[in-house]
């Protein structure tokens, strides 16, 4: 135990606490966007990211990840707020704990093996290019100062590694382009141009609504909604710092996490949070390993607004969008490009189509969902293809099937046993088939209903290690149960 919480915590003190610095300044800009989103205070989705980072650090599964305010969080709570207002938000933030913490508690955490590569790249890719998308209105058409600092930014972050690995190159720069900022006077737009930040603690407080059937059934599809949208993004994301830190993590552990996390931010006036990719990548290649730097992502935000916010709404927007814009190249799968024509068209299409619906619909659970489901329909399609090959010798007549019997496939099966001229015996060979499901035993059962009315014997052979169970069935549903034999 004691050296598991040196491993996660105290290992790694000095990157975990640079890269944490780096991580909240990061986090304010990010924070009020997804405020303005759903429609509340910014100090709702500042309040959110501080106390989910910090409470996470100690309960979720994945040391290093960044959980706090998203915007795919975001996107699920506009109507709630636009209809009923903050309050019912964090009635629904609590509940959408609840729902994390049964899930984590039920280990949702397997269904993670349904999800196939071509999804999680398709995840990755859209990702990246929503954090790109989601930094071109803070440089874009707006002045040339501005142009110049992002592209400053960009060289001080690609080229800084190279010569300097002990402090991170994104701190680097929001120090010294703000600095040079602020000294130059120069015509750039500011973290305080997104929202007010009121130099307060947040504070505990229940929600404001009636403890009713009537509050329960508006919160409920939200909540549920944003446990699972969280959840999804929270260890698809894991999953992805699992594979840039070449280290394993506990994801049941992480769902019951994100559950405490949203219970107890709920009650302090935050929004309801989840993983963030962008983020944890920027801790990551910033040096963050453990869990302190995610404590410090969190204590340091609040230390930010609390302490330092009149220089914080100071720090120019462009540089920010610049590091953002790193993140987003970084992100990104190259390799895709060459996956589209390497790989089977079908995994190419299911994961271009993940991330067109992501990119439309700003959804990552739309996108993930849509995947797997086209994934299942190309994985059902290719099981499908049976082929039944028939020998006739006299009056008797043997088929063999080959491939997967089941819903998709019993029409090839029925249609394939045609007897045609005088049939008296009939051989059905199994031992290159497996039988899957209740249709495959009634379509059997069709089968052999088919040659008793024209008056044939019909014998089953090669059944699979389940046969036995699977003949007892076909006895039950064959009118003569002297006609089946193993």
């Not at 209809?83 to 629904?92: C, P, Q, S, V």
């Not at 552990?253 to 219970?263: D, L």
């Not at 994985?379 to 009056?395: I, M, N, P, R, Y």
């Not at 059944?463 to 076909?474: E, F, G, H, R």
């Amino acid at each position: 135990m004691k050296n598991t919480i040196k491993r996660q915590w105290f290992s790694n003190v000095k990157g975990d606490i640079l890269s944490g610095i780096v991580v909240a300044l990061a986090l304010i800009p990010e924070a009020i966007a997804f405020s303005i989103i759903a429609g509340v205070d910014p100090m709702v989705g500042l309040y959110a990211s501080f106390c989910i980072a910090v409470i996470i650090s100690f309960v979720g599964g994945r040391p290093a990840m960044i959980s706090a305010a998203t915007g795919a969080m975001a996107l699920v709570m506009v109507p709630l707020v636009k209809d009923y207002g903050l309050n019912y938000l964090l009635a629904a933030t609590i509940l959408t704990g609840i729902f994390q913490l049964l899930f984590g508690v039920c280990k949702i955490a397997r269904l993670m093996k349904f999800i196939p590569r071509a999804v999680m790249i398709g995840f990755v890719n859209a990702l990246a290019i929503l954090i790109f998308s989601a930094q071109v209105p803070h440089f874009f058409n707006i002045n040339g100062m501005t142009y110049v600092f992002v592209a400053v930014t960009l060289v001080i972050v690609y080229v800084l590694p190279r010569f300097v690995k002990s402090i991170p190159a994104p701190l680097v720069a929001i120090v010294v382009l703000t600095a040079i900022a602020l000294f130059s006077q120069a015509d750039l737009r500011t973290v305080g141009d997104l929202g007010t930040i009121s130099q307060t603690l947040p504070s505990f407080f229940l929600p404001n609504v009636p403890f009713s059937f009537e509050t329960l059934s508006i919160i409920f599809p939200y909540s549920l909604a944003l446990a699972i949208v969280g959840l999804l993004e929270s260890l698809m994301t894991a999953s992805i710092v699992d594979d840039m830190t070449d280290t394993d993590s506990n994801k049941n552990q992480e769902a019951r996490g994100q559950g405490i996390a949203n219970i107890i931010n709920g009650f302090f006036g935050g929004m309801a949070g989840c993983a963030m990719i962008g983020q944890s990548v920027i801790n990551v290649k910033s040096g963050g390993r453990g869990r302190l730097s995610t404590f410090v992502a969190g204590v340091f935000l609040i230390f930010l607004i609390i302490v330092l916010g009149d220089l914080v709404v100071k720090i120019p927007m462009a540089v920010l969008a610049g590091i953002m814009i790193m993140v987003s190249v970084g992100t990104f799968d190259w390799s895709s490009f060459r996956y589209i024509w390497k790989a089977p068209k079908g995994d190419a299409a299911v994961m271009l189509i993940t991330v067109a619906i992501v990119v439309v619909t700003h959804d990552l659970s739309k996108g993930v969902i849509a995947g797997v489901l086209l994934s299942a329909m190309i994985f059902v399609a290719k099981q499908s293809k049976l082929k039944v090959t028939e020998e006739v010798d006299g009056v008797k007549r043997k088929f063999t099937v080959e491939g997967q019997l089941f819903f998709a496939s019993v029409d090839t099966f029925v249609g394939s046993i045609q007897l045609t001229g005088e049939v008296q015996y009939v051989k059905i060979d199994f031992s290159h088939a497996h039988i899957w499901d209740e249709s495959a035993v009634a379509a059997i059962a069709k089968v052999l209903a088919k040659c008793k009315n024209q008056g044939c014997k019909v014998e089953t052979i090669g059944l699979s290690s389940t046969s036995k169970k699977i003949q007892d069935s076909l006895l039950l549903l064959t009118d003569d149960k002297t006609s089946l034999t193993a």
